[in-house]
């Protein structure tokens, strides 16, 4: 290489981008052709990343890079023209090259002569062995890359015959490692003992952290975070912000108007003081006041069409400006998005080589791929993936000559699907291999001391899987370079569930394991279920909720000085919120009060709220790492009308309700007794999807004294309506997912809820409208047009009188 060629590290940057793009292909096509060495698509494909490296590396000044490239693509090239049809040792030493011109592109230590220097015998010695293989002349093993200081997978060592594809020695990728990751140390593959002896690594085809900071010339602390974006969400979010700033426009004008309104207004109290100082005056008369009268009333009339028409475009454009926002936002939260394939690159090619360092043939399948899967969820599930894979290719694939015996296929196949699912994310991995033995797994159980004899032998297939998910559990006697120091699934578990996913483990006799993996698609926003305790808002994930429920007073029992209630047929422990949160607790003066159900298996506890709010979609926001860590709080947010909400770790939760209960320091919820329920404040239920009505309304009761709560579509206040108790509601008529009409239908058709007083206030004031609204079971209707304050307390305290009972 000419050190005038790269008077920076800039240049070299590229052809490491380059390396990457091209090594994918690569790969992917490389691995295609080992099953099908004829594929004249596949063998185009390499041929021309091959030369596209070849370029690149020329341009840059990389002679070694080039002759790489150069030997690898006479290869494809004979067997493109039929003179060569690729083999095993053909196909490992194209894997090899890949892998030599990424460790070119990202040289150890970042030194940009590392291919003339330390470098230049390794990529010698790769020419000559593939000249050697193109000659039909190779007698002599395939030259071994040195390895990186992280341990990984040996090849076995002896003599293995070249003429079986399964036996024969992987040449493992070694100029990379996989990414830095905070479960490297315990959710891949069980690490080998340190050992003076370099061992080859089947790792991913992807750059280190550590060297792209070498490259830039930044250290890890201060390397700043890259993104990448699709140029069609660019796009589409500079659209959206310009429509966003096109709207701010409106404002002016629509302050401009509510200013005339206001001195109509002020010339109306004007015509109003005149008609006062007229009556004062003797020279009074009849004519005179009626005159005065009918032209106040005229000044009285407009200002009113005005302040409705104003009225009616700000909530125009509250609909407006909330779904743009909500576009907005969607279009810049899928920036952050990225397919499972950027996540998963490499994997086919890692478990093709551990297979033939153990001895195996396998194949890995892949499906959905190009599913979309926020970044952060990505990085994290790098470490957990490469595991379960390897863990399939290690315990679940059988040897060659086993699955002969059994009839199968020489050649092992591993699946990993992904796809969306009710807003989730679920993987499924699973292998067509033996499986886990159930006798051997049972008589482990036993002998590690985790449970007894007669407890073990009644233990259910599904009860003894997940004993393979605790910390240090393995079924291997002895511990090699790939597996047996149990430090891998109970890993991954932890993974999973510290991104509020869950992970099942099934197997059907007679095939291999399945591994389940639901996930959230972002950590950015998270579904919850908001409630109240103390007078604050606080947010339970969904993912963690098995039930929101209203225990009646009567149903709560002491069990062991204990409050228990009855779910799903079982008793559950009661522990109050307000306890937890160290907060004063508000005695439930209703019949029943709000409860919220978490935790799974036997860890399944009943939290007592003061109101449940409904769910809500939530942007997560962290908290000050100031902070630290607050007990039973995982994230911060705001609702959409600005109230800040504190999202629960209920993990952390769960934990310190078991602290609790094993120090005897639960204390009991409070509750008073009828006669003192007698005195508390009359409920309604506020149901619209604008949230200037929603606000108003709220305050105009809240500020009489009733007690409000606020739900923003339909669908929302009858999931609300079922959890808890009001003496009123006032709806509106249009709304998303379910409009006034039907959900006034529902509270009739609903035995609980028939005799519940319902308001429809709505702009739709034709007779028409008032008749289907009351035809459908509502109480009152009140038109938004004609709306002023005391009308719609009027009518309140008509229906369901004062505010205390």
């Known amino acids: 290489m000419n050190p005038e060629q790269l008077r920076d590290a800039s240049m070299l940057e590229l052809f490491a981008l380059e390396a990457d793009s091209q090594a994918e292909v690569l790969n992917a096509g490389v691995l295609a052709l080992e099953r099908d060495p004829v594929a004249a698509d596949h063998l185009e494909a390499c041929m021309r990343a091959a030369h596209s490296l070849k370029g690149a590396a020329r341009i840059v000044g990389l002679d070694g890079g080039v002759r790489v490239a150069h030997v690898m693509e006479d290869c494809l090239v004979a067997a493109q023209r039929g003179g060569l049809l690729l083999s095993a040792a053909h196909i490992d030493a194209l894997l090899q090259g890949t892998d030599l011109l990424q460790r070119i592109g990202h040289p150890p230590g970042g030194k940009l002569d590392w291919s003339e220097t330390d470098g230049r015998e390794e990529i010698d010695a790769f020419v000559a062995h593939m000249a050697a293989v193109l000659d039909d002349t190779a007698a002599a093993p395939v030259p071994r890359v040195r390895a990186p200081a992280a341990g990984g997978v040996q090849a076995p060592a002896g003599p293995v015959s070249e003429s079986d594809p399964a036996t024969t020695p992987a040449i493992l990728p070694a100029s990379v490692q996989p990414r830095a990751s905070a479960h490297d140390g315990a959710a891949g593959a069980d690490q080998p003992e340190p050992a003076g002896t370099s061992a080859p690594t089947a790792a991913r085809p992807h750059a280190t952290p550590r060297d792209d900071a070498a490259f830039s010339g930044e250290s890890d602390g201060t390397q700043e975070r890259m993104l990448r974006v699709n140029a069609d969400r660019l796009d589409r979010v500079l659209t959206m912000a310009s429509e966003a700033m096109v709207e701010t426009h409106w404002l002016h004008p629509f302050g401009v108007a509510l200013q005339q309104t206001r001195r109509q207004q002020m010339r109306a109290m004007q015509a ?108 994290q599930l790098d470490a957990p993936l490469a595991h379960l894979l390897r863990n399939a290719v290690d315990h679940g694939i059988e040897s060659p000559a086993v699955r002969r015996a059994a009839g199968k296929p020489e050649e092992g196949r591993i699946s990993l699907h992904a796809r969306h699912n009710a807003g989730r994310l679920v993987i499924e991995i699973f292998d067509d291999g033996a499986g886990v033995d159930f006798d051997a797994l049972r008589a482990t159980i036993v002998r590690r001391g985790l449970a007894q004899p007669d407890t073990a032998a009644r233990l259910s297939q599904a009860e003894m899987l997940e004993f393979l998910l605790l910390p240090g559990f393995s079924l291997r006697e002895t511990v090699s370079e790939v597996s047996g120091r149990g430090v891998g699934l109970d890993a991954v578990h932890d993974m999973v569930r510290g991104v509020r996913g869950n992970l099942r483990v099934t197997q059907q006799p007679g095939s291999g394991m399945h591994f389940h993996l639901e996930l959230p698609l972002t950590l950015s926003i998270v579904r919850a279920l908001l409630v109240e305790v103390a007078g604050e808002a606080y947010a339970f994930p969904l993912g963690h909720v098995l039930r929101a429920a209203s225990v009646r007073r009567d149903d709560i029992e002491q069990i062991e000085s204990q409050q228990h209630f009855r779910h799903d047929g079982r008793p559950v422990g009661l522990v109050s919120a307000a306890q937890l949160l160290q907060r004063p607790e508000r005695a439930h003066d209703d019949a029943a009060m709000p409860v919220v159900v978490l935790g799974e298996h036997d860890r399944v506890y009943g939290v007592a709220v003061d109101r449940l709010l409904g769910e809500r979609t939530l942007v997560v926001q962290p908290l000050a790492p100031a902070l630290g860590k607050i007990k039973d709080i995982a994230a911060g947010s705001l609702t959409d009308d600005g109230t800040p909400v504190l999202i629960f770790d209920v993990e952390d939760m769960l934990r310190s309700v078991e602290k609790l209960v094993a120090d005897g320091r639960l204390s009991r919820v409070r509750q008073v007794g009828p006669e003192t329920a007698q005195l508390r404040r009359k409920r309604v239920l506020v ?119």
């Open 272 to 379: 109003i003081d005149g008609m006062q100082a007229l009556l004062s005056s003797p020279e009074a008369s009849v004519a005179r006041m009626g005159a005065a009268l009918a032209e106040v009333r005229r000044m009285l009339g407009d200002a009113s069409d005005q302040l409705s028409q104003r009225a009616d475009e700000l909530d125009q454009y509250d609909h407006r400006a909330s779904r743009l926002s909500r576009r907005l936002y969607d279009t810049a939260l899928s920036c952050r998005m990225r397919p499972l394939s950027d996540g998963i690159t490499g994997y086919a090619r890692m478990v093709r080589d551990l297979g033939r360092a153990l001895g195996k043939s396998v194949h890995l399948e892949l499906s959905g791929e190009h599913t979309q899967v926020d970044r952060d969820i990505l990085d």
């Open 687 to 805: 149901v619209d999807d604008s949230l200037t009505v929603r606000e108003l309304e709220r305050k105009l009761l809240a500020g009489r004294g009733y007690d409000v709560a606020v739900a923003v579509d339909g669908m929302d206040g009858w999931n609300v309506l079922r959890a808890e108790q009001f003496d009123l509601v006032i709806t509106d008529v249009d709304m998303p997912r379910m409009d006034g009409i039907e959900l006034v239908g529902r509270i009739r058709s609903e035995p609980g809820l028939q005799q519940l007083p319902v308001m429809i206030v709505s702009y739709k004031d034709r007779e028409q409208d008032r008749e289907r609204g009351l035809q459908a079971g509502a109480d009152y209707y009140l038109a938004k047009g004609s709306f002023h304050d005391a009308a719609l307390l009027d009518a309140v305290q008509d229906l369901i009188g004062e505010a205390r009972a």
